[in-house]
């Protein structure tokens, strides 16, 4: 049991994360690199909305779409209404990465409710679940049953390390 905890203790540590820009310019590389630095010192992304993507650990994470879904024959909201998110994982480390919908990702409403990924059985491409091998790409979906909000915030965390990347979606950009 001791050395369990032993290696958890030391499995954690603070991510890397860092919005990843387009600009590809000399000038804006520099201005990059000092970016990148300030960075790394807060431990949270939170400036990042639909279309952007964040380097999280060597994995570059991209909020494709985020969207309501009405659900199917056997899917009824417990709450008012199914978002589904649809996010791109690429790999560009030197080892296999493992994402997990239900580990690494929540859904906060305006009122700083957390709702974990649900069940549908119809409306969804592929769940965003499983291994991405070096320089592999993974996309998927996850599914939310949420109540309306104002806005949404998706949050992706490593559970072993400090840090959160954190994507802003207004219900008015939801696609319907």
Known sequence: MVLFFVFLLTACGESEIEKVDSKTTDESTEENSNETTEKKEAPETQNLSIGDTVDFDGVKLTLNEARIEPGGEFDQPQNDQFIVVNLTAENTTEEEQVISSIINVELK???????????????????????????????????????????????????????????KIPSDQLVQ
């Open 109 to 167: 409403d305006s009122e700083g409710y957390a709702y974990s990924t649900t069940f549908l059985t119809e409306g969804i491409k592929a769940q965003l679940d499983g291994s991405i091998e070096p320089g592999g790409t993974l996309r998927g979906e996850i599914p939310f049953d949420v109540p309306t909000s104002d806005t949404y915030e998706l949050h992706f965390s490593n559970p072993f390390t400090s840090g959160k990347a954190i994507w």
